[in-house]
């Protein structure tokens, strides 16, 4: 009978240790839990902002104003939409009655220019000054006047505005890309004692090169005349008479 009590009582002892126990490792899970929690919470955090990162979600950017609005500028105003206006077309040579750069004497008649290059003597007998630019004529009359002249050259003749080259919407000269409305091939000289001396070029200038050089070497306008004597011309007397001549003399 004696064994009893004792044997309840070390029961007893025996579950106070355990619920001891348990409390005791629960507390010590509790412990353990928090710290690992925060962890778990600020890995899962960093994860996901750099999945945003990597995707291109601009949270952490600030919008970017362009320079004129960083200013304090005023804001440029939008474009409003509406029918497409062709392209301003650059101005195109010739410009004047001559430049240097161009090369070549011009004149502006009946809706169109004529275009010559001329020698150093035959600009000279023009009035042409060699060594500076020259612009056309304010007044029509005076420049349908030199047009008279610069025609019995032997100038071509084009028509305004130019019909461009199919792909073609300009060039620095027109008369590069463009055919003339009307060509001449004629070179032209006027010797001192009257009449006129003519060289057909229709044909090209097979045949007449180097000989046809002398026609910029000459010095004066009488030895033009027989450098065009000499690649084979034709002398008219008369220039109302020439057939080629009567039609320089009208546009």
Same mark, same amino acid.
């Given at each position: 009978m004696g064994s009893f009590p004792d044997e309840k009582s070390t029961k007893a002892e025996m579950h106070a240790r355990l619920t001891t126990d348990a409390k005791s490792s629960k507390s010590s899970r509790t412990r353990t839990s928090k710290? *690992? *929690?925060?962890?778990l919470t600020l890995? &899962? @955090?960093a994860g996901a902002a750099f999945y945003l990162y990597r995707n291109g979600v601009p949270f952490h !950017?600030? #919008?970017?104003l &362009?320079? &004129?609005?960083?200013? $304090?500028?005023?804001? #440029?105003v939008p474009k409003i939409l509406g029918p497409e206006l062709p392209a301003p077309v650059e101005p195109f040579e010739p410009l004047q009655r001559y430049s240097l750069d161009y090369g070549k004497v011009a004149c502006w008649q009946d809706g169109g220019v004529w275009i010559k290059e001329l020698t150093p003597v035959e600009m000279s007998s023009l009035g042409i000054d060699r060594f500076r630019d020259t612009a056309r004529a304010l007044e029509q009359a005076d420049e349908d006047a030199f047009c008279t002249r610069l025609r019995m050259r032997g100038a071509s003749f084009w028509q305004l505005p130019p019909r461009w080259p199919e792909h073609v919407n300009w060039c620095d000269a027109m008369d590069d890309c463009v055919k003339p409305t009307k060509k001449v091939s004629l070179e032209v000289g006027f010797p001192? &004692? %009257?009449g006129v001396w003519m060289l057909d070029t229709s044909r090209g200038w097979e045949g007449l090169y180097p000989q046809s050089l002398g026609l910029r070497n000459a010095l004066t306008m009488d030895e033009r005349c027989e450098v065009i004597k000499d690649l084979? %011309?034709?002398?008219? $007397?008369?220039? !109302?008479?020439?057939p $080629?001549?009567?039609?320089? @003399?009208?546009?």
């Open positions: 710290p *690992l *929690l925060a962890i890995l &899962s @955090l !950017q600030t #919008p970017t &362009s320079p &004129s609005w960083n200013d $304090e500028s005023e804001r #440029p001192t &004692s %009257g084979g %011309g034709r002398f008219c $007397e008369d220039i !109302q008479a020439c $080629e001549m009567a039609a320089l @003399l009208r546009p």
